[in-house]
């Protein structure tokens, strides 16, 4: 006798169980992916942020580092200031002299160069033949004793002259003046334009040379 299937009945529940079984397999598996996940993430994190601190603090560190490299460095190039400096000498006959300024700055990297502002030398200081001779700007060299004026430089002598110029050199230990642009010279005889002009024993002599002019007052 053979099993047969009559019409109207239900097929074996079995093919329910297995999908069941299945749809339950699939989310126990992606629970374990999820879990593996939540895991890993929890393992990375905290070296994450570990490296993350590392990396500030080197940072902060290195900023560090490179502030003080950088005061270093302006250190090094930093000037000392002397406001109202003065600077006494005599030349090579032992004729004293003073040179002053408003304002000197010394620069660390050449301790011999005086950068002038205001800059104004006396020749002859304290005795009856004082000349002066004065600018907006100069530089003063105390290895050679040698003073450049640039910027409005005026010489003055003891008879009372006036020499306007835009730059001369100064030689302290010779006691001589040196300018190469055009000079304009005022005085109790006269005016007298020149392309420069050379001045020897302290202001006492000036000699002018190129295309030289002049025009004497009448008495």
């Known amino acids: 006798m053979t099993d047969a299937a009559f019409p109207g009945s239900s097929p074996a529940p079995g093919g329910e169980v297995s999908d069941t079984a299945a749809r339950r397999r699939a989310l126990l598996e992606q629970w374990r992916l999820h879990s593996r996940k939540i895991h890993l993430l929890r393992r990375i994190l905290p070296g994450a942020?570990?490296?993350?601190l590392v990396l500030l603090i080197g940072w902060v560190a290195i900023g560090d580092v490179l502030t003080?490299?950088?005061e270093a460095g302006e250190g090094a190039n930093a000037s000392i200031h002397m406001t109202n400096a003065r600077f006494y000498g005599r030349d090579g006959l032992g004729r004293a002299?003073?040179?002053g300024a408003t304002m000197a700055s010394r620069v660390n990297g050449d301790l011999r160069k005086v950068v002038l502002v205001g800059p104004i030398l006396t020749f002859g200081a304290g005795g009856p033949k004082e000349s002066h001779i004065e600018a907006r700007r100069g530089v003063y060299r105390e290895d050679d004793r040698i003073l450049r004026l640039n910027d409005n430089v005026r010489l003055?002598?003891?008879t009372g002259n006036l020499f306007i110029t835009?730059?001369?050199i100064v030689d302290t230990v010779r006691g001589t003046v040196v300018g190469k642009s055009n000079v304009k010279g005022f005085g109790p005889t006269g005016i007298i334009t020149a392309d420069s002009f050379a001045v020897s024993d302290q202001g006492r002599r000036v000699v002018f040379t190129g295309d030289v002019h002049s025009r004497f007052k009448q008495d």
């Open 97 to 99: 002299y003073v040179l």
């Open 49 to 52: 942020m570990a490296a993350i």
């Open 166 to 168: 835009d730059q001369a």
């Open 68 to 70: 003080r490299l950088g």
């Open 156 to 158: 003055r002598d003891q």
